[in-house]
């Protein structure tokens, strides 16, 4: 049952503070988040940038990058993802503890940016795995990663433990693993993840 903002304020005033079994695993949630410690190309310099005193991550609870993705929830795809480099990304994934986000960093990681028309770049890393934020850019400043981390943090902070809206990983018809692509004999077997993305209808 939800509780009435103003009262909670006006409670909060008194000393007795309210609050939901969600609203606290959401907390909990948002405030601890784990990035994995890893990078691809140039935005990889902007994330480390990013963790040093000057924008300080660790104010957001995200101080501690894990070597492993056995302990991190977060993965942050800094840079260009390679043809050869999309099926160790999807396996790193897989391997994410749940609940599990990733945040696409720069042009590269979104779209494959300057180097799209490229023969040996993904499109796309969202056509294998979920992405939860994008930041275009490229490469984008240490600001917009910390916005990205923020919007982010709003978007944990809203799920809702059951009904339609909870979270990928709470259903369980949702996929736990996603497959890993292959190199074919011209590019990648699939060349995308049907249940992640589709292929656009352009209407002219």
């Not at 990078?39 to 310099?45: D, F, K």
């Not at 028309?117 to 796309?124: E, F, R, W």
Request: charge should be neutral; aromatic fraction near 8%; proline fraction near 9%.
């Amino acid at each position: 049952m939800a509780v009435d903002p103003e009262l909670k304020i006006e409670l909060g005033k008194q000393g007795i503070f309210v609050t939901t079994i969600q609203e606290l695993y959401n907390w909990g949630r948002k405030s601890s988040v784990w990035p994995m410690q890893f990078g691809l190309a140039c935005c990889a310099i902007e994330m480390i940038a990013t963790t040093m005193a000057r924008y300080d991550l660790a104010r957001f609870g995200a101080e501690v990058f894990r070597p492993s993705p056995r302990q991190a929830d977060l993965m942050i795809v800094s840079g260009t993802v390679t043809k050869k480099m999309a099926p160790q990304v999807v396996r790193l994934y897989n391997q994410m503890a749940e609940p599990r986000y990733v945040i696409a960093m720069g042009a590269c990681a979104i779209s494959g940016g300057p180097f799209k028309q490229g023969y040996n770049v993904l499109k796309g890393i969202d056509r294998y795995i979920p992405v939860d934020v994008h930041i275009p850019g490229c490469p984008p400043r240490p600001e917009a990663l910390l916005q990205a981390f923020m919007t982010l943090q709003k978007k944990i902070d809203e799920q809702s433990l059951t009904g339609e809206n909870r979270p990928r990983y709470l259903n369980v018809d949702a996929p736990g693993e996603f497959p890993v692509p292959e190199q074919g004999e011209h590019d990648l077997v699939p060349a995308s993840n049907p249940n992640v993305w589709t292929v656009p209808v352009v209407i002219r």
